[in-house]
């Protein structure tokens, strides 16, 4: 017990072991003491036991060392009741109880008794409430017993399933329902070949059908075996606008010091047999080539597809069904594209054509002091030498031209050049972008076809953005931003790129609002949401051009580039005003809508009239989540859009005093106005009203007063657009000074309503890769408001957008890729590729009723012209010259 109580753990620390610091001992107290502890004298003084000195010892001592949390009459030991260790010395445990006993009675006075006076401050006693450690243990035992037995019956439980999965007991496990089209039948006869092609006229089409109309029965189109028709070139089309000869100065590229003609893109008269039609839009309204067919190799052979590297070309198109390819690319030659500069070559295509054109304005350079000598001369004074005019303060005007000041103080002369506007066509990129052969097949297309082609009536330009200019500080040292393009650009185009990052875009456009609607990661000024800004300042610097197209590096088109733009912006010049924005919010369907005369006249009716759709029965609701009581089943109406549709709060308004106004009222009008006119903006997609839809970007405007609602605004989904440039200038100034913005898609068509510019869209054709009932779609594309394709909840635009998945031109399609890549002879999904297009399969095991389905052998695919977006990272099969000089090559099989 003496080695015991030594080792104690819970003795006051400070006690020396080898002296009498002991806990103090307490002797019974004598009789007359239990009783009274103080005298009863007149001076109050406490009769002091034999005790008193060592109690206070013992009380100086707890104090000291004792556990705040304790109470201040007993000692840590005696906390503990259920301790292991003795508390004290075997000495003093004898004493223990009347030591209890005599504490209690000297420190507590009795009834009727004065207190003992207070020294000091006295801390009022806490008591805490502890579980026994006897009941702890138990209850952690509990809880170890539990877990244990948990353990073992997940291992019981997953012996039990593997069980049952051994004797085939499982349960059908539930799949989520598919959406409604995920459940029609997949078309096939888009997978068609060159060598089973029919005419237009004799083409009986898989999709779509009318009500009385039986499926396509295998057809009775040219079969397998026959060869490949004769190709001819596009420039000869009988529907075609390219220029003829003699119309412009033909443009060469200069390859080896000598002048070499880009060969011409070939068609195929016809199409495969059950080729579906398109199910959006129309070929004859836009005057597109709808006789015809394109293979990949009359497409993309003048552009070095088909060819070796040791010959210039890239080296891909190597594999799958080459019968006929050689001569796909006519009389043209193999042009060797290792030396190409297209800056260049445009440079010096629209210097032969320069008296087509209107004169060629410059921007005179950013006033940044003066210089000295000739190691850098001010735009003015080369433009002084070049007699041309200067722009000193470039501004939109009401007829869309660009006046300078210098400009409107001279009477006007007249114009002894053509008057012909030019057009830039701008490539959204990013400097990290990775290039592919197919990417610069794509680009060398557009150039040769846009601005070769025409005789420089078009320029094709890169937009790069930097991603990081923090590391490659680009604006700071001129050197780092030639380096910058030399590292990320192919070098062939190196000289048509144009750097900007966000942090120019933030310098360029201070003080706007941002909104963060898509979270922080996704800035106002960034690519996502601040694109625009970027071709807002990028028009502003280049005052040379009078439209400008915004191009996605993902876009592809199987027909001609300049006859596809030609003709979408002569049909948008004829659209008259009228109506137009009505007619811009739907899809049109040929099938469903009849004539495009008839689709105009339901638009005015729907929306003047109005429709009584799921959507507007709860148009008198303030909230879009609340219950329909009572419904509203008469049709709501609308009020055409007529002249500009400003915002409410006239301090909204920005320099709208030569906004175009109508010259007669909405109904005197005879669908004349705006017949012959430029339009400002030309779209690809319906321009919808985002008010009332799910669609997640739709409050993505700032800068407004929205004290009563945000103001009324119009979008179209992907970017790709041809807008003016007093538009783009209009834009650009009110972003930087009057700080209003919105997102892309929704900035361009919400500035041309403020002000009452002329926007359309352009109903190209767009095909759909299930057997949709034609009715059904059409529903769901313009199940909005009054008929349209928004304006309400029921829009197709936000929670819906899965229902276009399967067309060939939405911003997330998956249909548009995989049949680009079948096309160009990939393999998609395990069907397609080299053996699809060269055998037949003669198994039995095919039944033409599903893509994978299909016997194959009628070689590569050949497409009408129609537009495709996404089309993304298309990996080509390469070969790998490995030694020049001896044209050794590594095959590499693209099905693998």
């Excluded at 244990?148 to 999965?165: C, D, H, P, T």
């Excluded at 989520?176 to 006229?201: H, I, K, M, N, S």
Aim: glycine share 10%; hydrophobic share 30%.
């Amino acid at each position: 017990m003496g080695l015991l109580s030594s080792l104690n753990p819970l003795r006051p620390r400070g006690s020396d072991l080898n002296n009498n610091n002991k806990l103090p001992l307490y002797k019974e107290v004598p009789p007359k003491y239990h009783k009274h502890s103080f005298s009863t004298s007149s001076s109050r003084r406490p009769i002091r036991s034999p005790t008193t000195t060592t109690t206070a010892a013992a009380a100086t001592t707890k104090e000291r060392y004792s556990d705040s949390e304790l109470s201040p009459f007993s000692s840590s030991s005696e906390a503990d009741d259920d301790s292991d260790y003795p508390t004290t010395s075997p000495s003093s445990s004898s004493l223990d109880s009347s030591r209890r006993t005599s504490t209690i009675n000297m420190l507590l006075p009795k009834h009727g008794h004065r207190k003992p006076p207070r020294r000091g401050p006295v801390a009022r006693p806490r008591f805490l409430y502890r579980l026994p450690n006897k009941v702890i243990r138990w209850l952690c035992i509990l809880m170890m017993s539990t877990i244990v037995i948990f353990i073992f019956g997940l291992i019981r439980a997953s012996q039990l399933e593997n069980k049952r999965i051994a004797e085939g007991k499982t349960e059908a496990i539930k799949k989520p329902v598919p959406a409604v089209w995920e459940q029609f039948d997949f078309l096939t006869r888009y997978y068609g070949g060159v060598r089973r092609l029919v005419g237009l006229e004799g083409n009986v089409p898989e999709y779509p059908r009318l009500g009385e109309e039986k499926g396509w029965d295998g057809g009775e189109g040219t079969r397998t075996g026959k060869g490949v028709p004769e190709s001819k070139g596009f420039e000869g089309y009988k529907g075609g606008v390219l220029p003829q000869k003699g119309e412009v100065e033909e443009c060469f590229l200069e390859v080896g010091g000598g002048k070499v003609k880009v060969p011409g893109v070939r068609y195929l008269e016809g199409r495969p047999d059950g080729f579906p039609d398109n199910v959006l839009g129309s070929y004859e309204l836009l005057a597109l080539p709808e006789d015809v067919c394109f293979e990949r190799f009359g497409r993309y052979g003048p552009y070095g597809y088909g060819y070796s590297i040791k010959k210039g070309g890239l080296g891909v198109g190597e594999h799958g069904d080459r019968e006929g390819a050689g001569e796909f690319r006519g009389t043209g030659q193999e042009v060797d594209y290792r030396t190409v500069d297209w800056a260049d070559a445009q440079r010096r295509c629209y210097e032969a054509n320069a008296k087509r054109y209107k004169p060629l304005v410059r921007k005179e350079a950013a006033p940044s002091g003066f210089h000295i000598g000739d190691g850098i001369r001010g735009a003015k004074l080369a433009a002084r030498e070049a007699k041309t005019p200067v722009v000193e303060s470039v501004r939109p005007t009401a007829a869309g031209h660009n006046k300078t000041a210098t400009e409107e103080e001279k009477p006007p002369q007249e114009n002894p050049q053509g008057d012909l506007p030019r057009t830039a066509v701008v490539l959204r990129c990013w400097d990290e972008f990775q290039w592919k052969e197919e990417d610069i097949l794509n680009l060398r297309a557009l150039i040769a076809e846009l601005s070769l082609a025409s005789g420089g009536r078009y320029d094709v330009h890169l937009l790069v953005q930097v991603r990081n200019d923090a590391r490659n500080p680009v604006w700071a040292d001129d050197e780092a931003y030639r380096a910058r393009i030399n590292e990320t650009v192919p070098k062939e185009f190196r000289g048509i790129a144009t750097l900007w990052s966000q942090t120019q875009m933030l310098a360029v456009y201070q003080g706007i609002v941002d909104l963060f609607t898509r979270g922080p990661d996704l800035p106002v000024h960034g690519s996502y949401r601040g694109l625009q800004m970027a071709m807002q300042h990028f028009a502003y610097n280049h005052p040379e051009y009078e439209y400008f197209w915004q191009w996605e590096m993902d876009i592809r088109y199987t027909g001609h580039y300049y006859d596809l733009l030609t003709k979408l912006e002569n049909w948008s010049k004829t659209q008259p005003r009228k109506g137009l924005w009505e007619r811009n919010s739907r899809f049109y369907m040929p099938y469903v809508h009849g004539s495009w005369e008839d689709f105009k006249q339901m638009a005015r009716v729907q929306t003047e009239h109005g429709t009584v759709t799921a959507d507007n029965m709860w148009d008198k609701l303030p909230g879009s989540i609340k219950s329909p009581s009572p419904p509203v089943t008469k049709p709501q109406t609308e009020s055409s859009v007529w002249g500009p549709l400003r915002p409410e709060d006239p301090k909204d308004w920005f320099e709208h005093e030569h906004d175009p106004v109508p010259p007669t009222s909405y109904e005197r009008d005879k669908y004349t106005w705006g017949v012959g006119e430029e339009p400002d903006l030309i779209t690809l997609s319906p321009i919808f009203d985002p008010e009332g839809t799910s669609w997640k970007l739709a409050s993505d405007i700032t800068g407004y007063n929205t004290q009563r609602g945000l103001p009324p605004r119009r979008a179209q989904i992907i970017t790709a657009s041809r807008m003016s440039r007093r538009l783009l200038l209009l834009m650009h100034r009110e972003t930087a000074f009057k700080k209003h913005h919105a997102f892309p898609e929704m900035w361009p068509a919400t500035v041309a309503l403020h002000h009452g510019f002329k926007a359309v869209y352009a109903p190209h054709p767009v095909f759909v890769d299930r057997a949709w009932p034609a009715d059904y779609l059409a529903r769901v594309l313009n199940g909005g408001r009054n008929g349209a394709s928004g304006g309400g909840r029921t829009s197709v635009y936000g929670d819906k957008e899965h229902n276009m998945r399967g067309l060939t031109w939405f911003y997330n399609a998956g249909f548009s890729g995989n049949l680009y890549r079948r096309w160009m002879g990939l393999k998609v999904n395990n069907d397609g590729g080299e053996q699809f297009e060269l055998e037949v399969d003669e198994t039995g095991t095919k039944d033409e009723k599903t893509p994978g389905g299909m016997r194959g052998g009628e070689g590569r695919m050949c497409l009408p012209p129609m537009l495709l977006h996404p089309v993304k990272e298309v990996e080509l099969p390469v070969e790998e010259h490995r030694r020049e000089e001896d044209e050794v090559f590594v095959e590499v099989d693209p099905s693998a």
